[in-house]
């Protein structure tokens, strides 16, 4: 079974408008991390938010917000008021704390394009 | 140095034979990681280094992948008789293991192309 789960390839978003991202998770790990990256199309991989399994409130950054429902276990990644700079592909990740390497599995990432 | 840095950025070579990528982690960060990512996809684990031991190699493909951190810092991706199936960016991350969230900084990866 797939560990993270993006179901929006693509999206559409007017500028200045708010725009929500899909991530749902699966693990039987009862602590655990969830991540939001961004990466424009120059390559890199940008840390945009993070969110921790037994953190009670949901994890703002900014312009960036997750809302974390837990026992849906999702993680849907919240953009406030886009810009057209925000045009790029975001990943969710998962870090498993019984996973002594803490590596981050990712999903299959959304793109995001911005309307002017 | 100010951030992960990877060599080449790109890498053109023939099917069969031997490349090397470099990472440079953040100066201080323990932890390392080699991620491969295939175009339209999201980032897979190959291996992570905790100082300069290899502590998870479980995500390395085949024995025609190798890496080293001989030092602790620096680390070489190895691919050995490539193949077509190699083609991918290569991404190197690090994190300080010691700090709460442990964020992964990633490089802007090395781009393998194999003919």
């Known amino acids: 079974a797939q560990k993270i789960t993006q179901t929006q390839p693509g999206m559409f978003v007017q500028e200045k408008e708010a725009v929500t991202l899909d991530c749902t998770y699966d693990t039987s790990d009862p602590s655990y991390g969830l991540f939001w990256y961004k990466q424009p199309s120059s390559g890199e991989m940008i840390f945009l938010i993070y969110?921790?399994?037994?953190?009670?409130q949901n994890a703002t950054e900014g312009r960036y917000s997750l809302n974390f429902q837990k026992a849906r276990k999702s993680a849907n990644l919240v953009i406030s008021a886009s810009q057209l700079g925000d045009s790029a592909m975001y990943f969710c990740?998962?870090?498993?704390?019984?996973?002594?390497?803490?590596?981050?599995?990712f999903g299959g990432g959304t793109r995001l394009m911005v309307k002017p | 140095g100010a951030g992960v840095s990877q060599t080449p950025s790109n890498k053109v070579t023939e099917k069969g034979k031997y490349v090397e990528l470099r990472c440079d982690p953040i100066?201080?960060?323990?932890?390392l990681y080699w991620y491969r990512q295939s175009l339209g996809q999201g980032p897979e684990f190959l291996i992570y280094f905790q100082g300069t031991g290899a502590a998870d190699d479980s995500g390395l493909p085949n024995d025609r992948f190798f890496a080293v951190r001989p030092e602790g810092s620096v680390s070489t991706l190895k691919i050995q008789r490539t193949e077509r199936g190699d083609s991918a960016v290569y991404l190197c991350?690090?994190?300080?293991?010691?700090?709460?969230?442990?964020?992964?900084?990633f490089g802007a990866g090395s781009r393998l192309t194999v003919l």
């Open positions: 100066s201080g960060h323990t932890a």
């Open positions: 990740a998962m870090r498993e704390d019984n996973n002594a390497g803490n590596m981050l599995t």
């Open positions: 991350a690090s994190s300080n293991m010691g700090s709460g969230a442990n964020v992964l900084t």
């Open positions: 969110q921790g399994s037994y953190d009670q």
